[in-house]
């Protein structure tokens, strides 16, 4: 957390620099102190930090370099349009980020198998962050939609809350999370920020949070395997965590069965393919969130899987983007979804 933010801060004072040239390239005359002054001022919404302004400056950072860029190559002179063009270009964008975060999407996947299994329909959400741009009144409405499903069972996969929930909000969530048991067993895994380890003073410990999700009858798989007709379910701890090895886990179930491992983040991918687990779900990369980030992380190979399903011979992999997102209440790039799965016996 620390590091993000100082990148922020970074972002924002070559931003201020950036315009200060500009500006007094285009307005000599203006005082250079209350250019400075200014420009610190225009800044300075930067240090609420979970908000939209760490956004704005960095697409409006971005949007200028791109069109001082294209004064270059055309040798025009700075005129208002360099400006106007990346602020007007930026509100947009974090305008349409606003919308595309809070609209949901359903992805569907059909799946099948040679294994012998009933049909089996799987909700798939990771990674709400609650509350971010979430209203209580938006969650309802999200657990109404995932209601009308009618899975055979919900997984929870991760990043249900982090470091900026509080108590209550942690205690509303799962509380409303827990009107979809009247519907379908749901499972949860742990994110890398459900216990909160990246805050200064968390709000709540494991612990406490791993109670209240069960007292609203969620089941919580920390390396934990259940075993029905014909499917197994291994839901790993995260594995920020101390967690037990995949293999360790697979070799006490029948490979007969169809496997199904839950993991907050895409690791363990091809060991998955390799032990004979039909199925992994995972979350945690948001498809990036905020653009550059998922085109960056995806061109580096940051995450074995980004986005979307890989199908590997028998073997199935599905990473989502996400139900919401972290920190920001933005999304500009990617969308927000819950997944249906599908599978049945061919
Ligand atoms: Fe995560």
Known sequence: MIYLKMGLAILCLLLVMDLFLLIHRWFPQFPSWALWGLLLLFVLPCITFNTIFPIFYLHLMFCLLIT???????HQDVKGWVFFIPFLLAITICI??????????????DLQTSK???????VMISDLHYP??????????????????KPSFYILNGDIVDEFTSVDQMKTVFQTLGKLTKTANVYYVFGNHDNQHYANEPAFSKETLKKVIESNGITV????ILHFDQITLIGREDSEEKRESLKSLVKTCNLD????V????????????????????????HNGQIFPVGSLANSLGIFEHDYGMIKKGNFTQITTSGIHGWGFPTRTEGISEYVSISITSN
């Open 221 to 224: 798989l920390q390396d934990d």
């Open 116 to 122: 012998e299994i009933p049909d089996t329909k799987i």
């Open 257 to 260: 069965s169809y496997i199904i």
């Open 68 to 74: 001082q860029l294209i004064c270059l190559i055309f």
């Open 132 to 149: 971010n741009a979430m209203t209580e009144k938006d969650l309802n409405n999200m657990v109404k939609d995932l209601q009308k499903e």
């Open 96 to 109: 349409y980020g606003i919308f595309n975060m809070k609209n949901i999407e359903k992805t569907t996947y």
């Open 262 to 285: 839950f993991d907050h983040q895409p690791k363990d991918i091809s060991l998955c393919e390799k032990l004979g687990v039909d199925l992994q779900l995972s979350g945690h990369t």
